[in-house]
């Protein structure tokens, strides 16, 4: 596509960012806004990452999002965050004011939106498993709205870590552990919710799940943060088990929603994300 001087320019930077189909969300919305603007993925490997970011400071690029692995390795690079992805300790959204970068987290209200139209009930224990950085998003929204929070992780320690920082701004119960395939059935009570943040079972690796799905019962909710697939293999099994899912691409509609806003200061109709959603995923 052809980029006049007047074209505004976005990105999201990742890898792999093969599979993104945030271009067609952005772009949809740019065009329902009738703003002359271009969203693009960039393949960012990590040793280049702090090129990428002067790279696109300088090609005064409008706005970028930030995906796997960049979301905590980025807020060095940038002159300004804003309060609450500082806490959080990961940034999903970059706003580029004259030069001056100032990173966003847009991840965890994304999630929580998810989740309320789902009408999930929050109010039971929530297992997050992983510790990145949209971990550390969703953690940070939902320690405000859930009972108990257990972060399990393949490296322990970065669950220990997480769960320490989340003690500091709650009183309710949280805890860190090794993520075990086996997830034991005895953590599980009625009404529990079990948020997948990990890659395990995103494409190309849609066969494999991060955990046994013998243990979910019909009472537990299942939420997969991954897109692409539209139902992992976590999603399907937990439904054929009668419990309730929600797929990673509300997630991603309602961040999406959210990083549009930052950059533009425009709201557009969440349908017209979701339609874009929908249209690229079945493209694939």
Not at 79 to 89: F, H, L, M, T, V
Not at 263 to 278: R, S
Request: net charge neutral.
């Amino acid at each position: 596509m052809h980029v006049n001087g007047e074209t505004k320019i976005y990105a999201i930077i990742g890898d792999p960012v093969e599979h993104t189909i945030s271009p067609f969300l952005h772009n949809s919305a740019f065009k329902a806004t009738e703003l002359n603007s271009i969203y693009v993925a960039f393949r960012v490997i990590p040793e280049r990452l702090a090129q990428a970011v002067d790279g696109l400071r300088s090609l005064s690029v409008k706005g970028f999002n930030v995906t796997i692995p960049h979301k905590v390795t980025v807020s060095p690079l940038l002159d300004e965050i804003d309060p609450s992805a500082r806490k959080i300790g990961a940034v999903n959204t970059v706003k580029n004011t004259n030069g001056r970068l100032m990173g966003y987290n847009t991840d965890g209200e994304g999630a929580l939106m998810a989740l309320e139209e789902a009408n999930i009930n929050l109010k039971g224990k929530t297992i997050i498993l992983g510790a990145g950085g949209a971990a550390r998003a969703i953690a940070f929204t939902l320690v405000k709205h859930v009972n108990e929070i257990v972060i399990c992780n393949r490296t322990e320690a970065k669950a220990l870590e997480l769960a320490s920082e989340l003690r500091k701004h709650t009183d309710i119960p949280v805890t860190g552990k090794k993520l075990d395939f086996q997830l034991s059935s005895e953590e599980l009570d009625d009404g529990d919710l079990i948020i997948n943040t990990t890659s395990v079972g995103m494409h190309p690796d849609i066969d494999n799940s991060p955990i046994n799905t013998d243990v979910i019962s019909r009472n537990i909710t299942v939420f997969d943060i991954v897109y692409t697939p539209f139902k992992t293999k976590l999603l399907k099994e937990a439904e054929a088990r009668g419990a309730k899912t929600v797929p990673g691409i509300n997630m991603l509609v309602y961040q999406a929603m959210k990083s549009f806003e930052i950059w533009t200061k425009k709201t557009v109709n969440v349908e017209v994300f979701f339609k874009a959603a929908t249209n690229a995923l079945e493209r694939q």
